[in-house]
């Protein structure tokens, strides 16, 4: 395949260097690479990270987790504004909001808990109306038409799972996923039996995790450290993992990393033509291709093309509008606890609530739509309960049980007695609650014009307030929580609502719709008034559904990729 004719069609008689350029290496961009680069077009990429793989991901608590592949606060950092709770906001500058500065961002770092949206996640406002002071909006697409892309997907990149029939089972063209769910910890028999009890329908979790190899990658090895760590088996369907790795010889692939792209420049027409990025060494390169992809996880997106300023675009790439950055959300929902004394267990119990490895593999979806009328006189939009083992986090745990209850601090014997109580005598079995956190004028991300980060450009500023309504359907779904842990037989079980962001669940802000005054992406993904420019991270999605988005983030990066595949043969 030879597509010069179109690169010399959109730049005149400037050839350009690409066919086409892609701004991340994460899970928008994974996708986009994969199958432009497999067509035979010839695909640049900058990653402003290193490339790390199998290698070098070692279960480190402190270096693994935090150091190597995150992005230093003294070189990149955000400002938060946050409701201070009086009625004013508070300001902080932050190091929230980097989940992975490597080769496949933070996808080498989740959980890969892989659940698909529904629906009615695609027609939120016309099926449960206005909510005031929400900018709900239904998608300019069908679930009907990402569905083939969400199959593909976990046939491309190996999702695990069970399909089990329940009331709010989205529709499947493949019966079931293409491997078997992963290993399930013992302690699910009695979770399942205080489900039945309440009747509740307990469900098998799908992961974005291979349960036997597939294309050169190991199946897990259940090591325990999932969640936060990268994995050294290739079993967890990381971008670079699942998708770059195939590619990364091929002589159409440039991949270069240690490359922050930091503007697109535009001609009189409004296209754009380049990016200027800045290499290892900080000198400022420019590339030229005849299409650009950006996904840089949703804020820095945002940042990215507010950043882009041209004669066409006064305030930024695609913010005629005042559109960019705006309609920004994240999961909404909580966490909850249950607290199991091990010292008054019979031994086999104690026992099996300490294995580690195996994952705990449940998760409830009795209310992703609430019909009560407790709560609201008409159903509402509910979420998705996900139980889980969190990993060891031995350090990160000492250094919270240093304080006592009164904010005093505990040292010496007393502070060794607490540390040997909570590793030996009692367990923490968990659950996470995702529903919509709705988008409104009070979150969004902009420029902070006097905070610069170490290359002189401005830092993102997101700007998080929650939705009241938010509240009351996460407080409604951690009751529930609390309920099965209780069933469980706990000894003690709470929760807490988030009214916080979740920084590795962000997504929006370049949402996409038909009308460019109240969103910045056409139904394709492209920037309404520059079309040669992509948007394929999870800044596309008006709202993220009650569950974590990234196998949807990824679904959509291959239905984008076959449009730009379209556009560059037509
Ligand atoms: C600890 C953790 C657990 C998670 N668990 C789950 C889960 O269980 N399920 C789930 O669905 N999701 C989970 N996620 C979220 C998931 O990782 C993200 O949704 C997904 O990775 C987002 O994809 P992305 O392409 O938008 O961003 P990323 O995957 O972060 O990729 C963005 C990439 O762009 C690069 N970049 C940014 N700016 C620039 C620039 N200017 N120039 C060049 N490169 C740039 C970054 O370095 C990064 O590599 C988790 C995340 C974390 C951190
Ligand atoms: S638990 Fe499995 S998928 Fe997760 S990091 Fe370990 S080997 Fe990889």
């Not at 760590?229 to 240690?258: E, P, V």
Request: charge should be positive.
């Amino acid at each position: 395949m030879n597509p010069m004719p179109v690169r010399e069609k959109l730049l005149g008689t400037v050839k350009a260097d690409y066919d086409v350029c892609i701004i991340g290496s994460g899970a928008g961009a994974g996708p986009v690479a994969f199958e432009l680069v497999n067509a035979g077009f010839n695909v640049v990429m900058l990653e402003k990270g290193k490339w790390y793989d199998e290698r070098h991901f070692k279960k480190d608590e402190q270096l693994a987790r935090h150091r190597i592949f995150k992005s230093q606060f003294d070189k990149e950092r955000h400002v938060l504004e946050e409701p201070d709770g009086d009625g004013g906001w508070s300001r902080d500058t932050t190091g929230q909001f980097w989940g992975g500065n490597v080769v496949g961002g933070a996808s080498n770092f989740m959980s890969a808990y892989f659940h698909r949206l529904k629906p009615t996640d695609f027609r939120l406002l016309s099926t449960y109306g206005a909510i005031e002071g929400a900018t709900v909006a239904d998608w300019p697409i069908s679930y009907q038409q990402l569905e083939p892309y969400y199959d593909k997907v976990e046939k491309i990149i190996g999702v695990s799972g069970n399909a089990l029939k329940h009331q709010f089972l989205e529709p499947r063209s493949s019966e079931n996923y293409p491997m078997r769910p992963t290993a399930e910890h013992p302690i699910v028999k009695l979770f399942d039996r205080a489900c039945k009890t309440l009747k509740f329908t307990p469900l098998p979790m799908a992961r974005g995790i291979l349960t036997k190899p597939m294309n050169g990658r190991n199946s897990c090895e259940y090591s325990g450290y999932c969640g936060s760590y990268g994995c050294h088996s290739g079993a967890k369907a990381s971008s670079r993992a699942a998708l770059l790795d195939s590619i990364k010889d091929k002589s159409n692939f440039t991949l270069l990393t240690q490359s922050k792209a930091y503007r697109l420049n535009s001609d009189k027409t409004g296209q754009a033509t380049s990016v200027d990025y800045f290499d290892a060494k900080g000198r400022s390169k420019s590339i030229t291709a005849s299409r650009f992809v950006v996904a840089c996880y949703s804020i820095e997106s945002a940042r990215l093309l507010l950043t882009s300023v041209g004669e066409k675009h006064p305030k930024g790439l695609g913010n005629n509008h005042s559109q960019v950055g705006k309609n920004l959300h994240c999961c909404a929902g909580g966490t909850g606890h249950g607290i199991f004394n091990l010292t008054e267990r019979d031994d086999k119990f104690a026992k099996a609530m300490k294995i580690r490895g195996p994952f705990f593999n449940r998760f409830l979806q009795d209310w992703y739509q609430i019909d009560d009328k407790a709560v609201s006189a008409k159903p509402i939009k509910g979420g998705t309960l996900d139980f889980v083992f969190d990993p060891p986090s031995p350090t990160s745990d000492i250094s919270g049980l240093k304080w006592q209850s009164n904010g005093e601090l505990l040292w010496g014997s007393p502070l060794k007695q607490k540390i040997k109580a909570h590793f030996t005598q009692s367990k923490d079995f968990k659950f996470e609650v995702f529903c919509d956190w709705l988008t409104h004028d009070e979150c969004y991300v902009s420029l902070a014009m006097d905070e610069k980060d170490a290359w002189g450009i401005p830092v993102a500023k997101v700007t998080a307030g929650f939705h009241p309504h938010d509240v009351k359907v996460a407080q409604y779904l951690v009751d529930k929580g609390v309920e099965v842990m209780k069933a469980m037989g706990a000894d003690e079980a709470y929760g807490n609502v988030w009214t916080s962001p979740t920084s590795n669940l962000m997504a929006g802000g370049c949402r996409f719709g038909n009308d460019p005054k109240t969103s910045v992406l056409n139904a394709n993904c492209q920037v309404h008034d520059c079309d040669n420019v992509y948007v394929t991270d999870g800044s596309f999605m008006p709202n993220g559904g009650s569950v974590t988005p990234t196998l949807t983030i990824y679904a959509n990066a291959f239905r984008v990729a076959d449009k730009i595949k379209a556009s560059l043969v037509s």
